[in-house]
């Protein structure tokens, strides 16, 4: 059986397609229209089709996970929304990991440890932790921590997605209070931020205060963030501090908003609240927009574009919406 593919290779959201279209395919339930649109995603990048072998190479791994014993587990689950079907396909791959039956691939399964996190969000979801402490974890979409609390430290380990950190001042304080990501650790200094794990680096905005950020492999003083700044981070070095938009943490509050940004854009950070793919054509990906949306319905979103801009929207299946120009 062919080995999986390079992790370097396949980007996180072309990981959470793949392991969405294998929920689909897998819940007995899928139409043509949908095994078509699959097709369709499979053949529009290479990516995508080293993606589904993957997925599909651990699964066959775990005595044929998509026939046997997955299938077997969501035969009890059909009521359930496609999140929570997608959470135990996953959670079945996690147990092949843990059996030592994946392949060990930095970064390319990560995602499989998030599905054992303390604290995790599905795809559209949103949750607030309260920690002993005082502090409160606010989760985006696609979202996972660890929370490791002692005499020592206060460590939050960002394992995916997005977290906003309002830091807290009660019993067992004292310690320095840090997230940690892939790239390197964001310390707390009496602050409101959040941090965003992204593929090959992290992203940090200041709202209050300040924190410290010191990159994994840099051995240099930490660079000190102040309120109102955001900056990215690889594993070596901090690119250059930026002013954030005043509304980039508009989504704890269910609010997408955004100003004069590109339709492309816009549309990619949508797709992290929804299931499936959305697919923005060339023609219009440069196209405009303002405005605030609620996250609660991601197809109403959709379904209004039309109303401002020059484009259509065409659903070939509910896990398959394309945006394209108007006739």
Known sequence: MAEPAA??????????????????LMSEQASKAEHAAWQRWRGADPEHERAWQHIEAVSQRFNGLHRGAAAQALAGTQRQAVNGKRRQVLAWLGVAAGGG????????????????????????ERRVVALADGSVLSLNTGSAVNVRFDAGRRLIELLAGEVLVTSGHGAGSDAPLEVATREGRVRALGTRFAVRQQDGYSTVDVFERAVEIRPRDDVGAPLLLAAGRGVAFSRHAPDAPHAIDVHAHAWS???????????????????????????????VAQLRLSGVFPLTDTQRILNMLPNSLPVQVRSRTRYWVSVEPAP
């Open 7 to 24: 992790a370097a290779a396949i980007r996180a959201e072309v990981q959470q397609q793949a392991a969405e279209w294998l929920t689909v």
């Open 101 to 124: 039956m994946l392949a060990a691939q930095t970064g390319v399964w990560d995602g499989v440890r998030a599905l054992r996190a303390d604290y995790r969000t599905a795809t559209g």
């Open 253 to 283: 509050r269910g609010q997408l908003i955004v100003d004069d940004v590109t339709l492309g854009d816009f549309l990619a950070d949508l797709a992290r609240y929804r299931p499936g793919v959305i697919h923005c054509a060339p023609e």
